[in-house]
């Protein structure tokens, strides 16, 4: 990583890579917490194992900070052992609020910053986070990210595109209203390499993750998924004139399966009606 001198000044200026990095992973793991008379406090509570982290970000902090360390039960484990980082300045935490962390409960209303920041730093703090890098049970790499919030995936989305040429839409999960935003084979490997660039603050584990991806080679009998095609609003008028799936398929080059499909999603309301031309 390269050197970041901390200064009040220059705290939490986005532009810069490593405060980005440390913004998004607050956001993503972060809680921030109000009480009487402008107390308060910053904390994040990550596993032990990656301490080091913690120290990073009380480095890149011109205020006093302090990393505690416990072990207690959890519903995923007897005993978890963990670190925490607290901050109670309340210069540091306005600071922090104002660029977008919300005090108590966030995860559905967090989005990316309103100032310019350092994009793919701030992505990998929200991956380190909330995400994943590594290999399927299969072997096929992949970077994945869960989210509650609808701007941050889409916002990932958006930038990943860009750097895979993969477009993703994004579904919450039934279960639980989350987002689950996957990327694997060539496009995890082409995103990876981006977020995950030498001497990047990062998580070592996922940094080592990241940098194993690029191994992978596809194997010579596994075919690559043809490009998906988007409907566009004029298939959407000739489906809807047509009103007939075999008719529509054999005009548009499309399946008849894939024609019906979208011609109950348009009657349904799932998918909005083409604007008139």
Known sequence: MAECEPSAHRFMDLTVPEYAYMFGF????????????????????????????????????????????????????????????????????????????????????????????????????????????????????????????????????FYAGKVTGMERSLKRNRRDGIYNILYWTEAAQALSTHLYYPGCLALERKQAAADSLSAWIRPANMRVAPERRRWTAHEDRVLLRLNNDAAAAKELGRTEKSCYIRLWRLRTGQTPMPTER
Do not use: M
């Open 26 to 157: 607050l956001q993503a793991d972060g809680h921030l917490s109000q009480q009487s008379r402008q107390r308060g406090r910053l904390a994040v509570e990550i596993n032990a194992r990656d301490i080091d982290l913690l120290r990073q970000f009380q480095k890149l902090t011109p205020y006093n900070s302090s990393i505690s360390e416990r072990t207690r039960s959890t519903n995923f484990a007897e005993t978890a052992h963990s670190a925490v980082w607290s901050l109670h300045s309340l210069e540091a935490r306005t600071k922090i609020n104002e660029l977008g962390l919300p005090y108590g409960r966030k995860s559905k209303i967090v989005t990316p910053p309103n100032v310019e920041f350092s994009r793919r730093d701030y992505l990998r703090g929200i991956i380190d986070a909330d995400g994943s890098v590594g290999y399927t049970s299969k072997g096929l790499p992949f970077i994945s990210l869960t989210t509650a919030s609808t701007a941050i995936g889409a916002y990932l989305c």
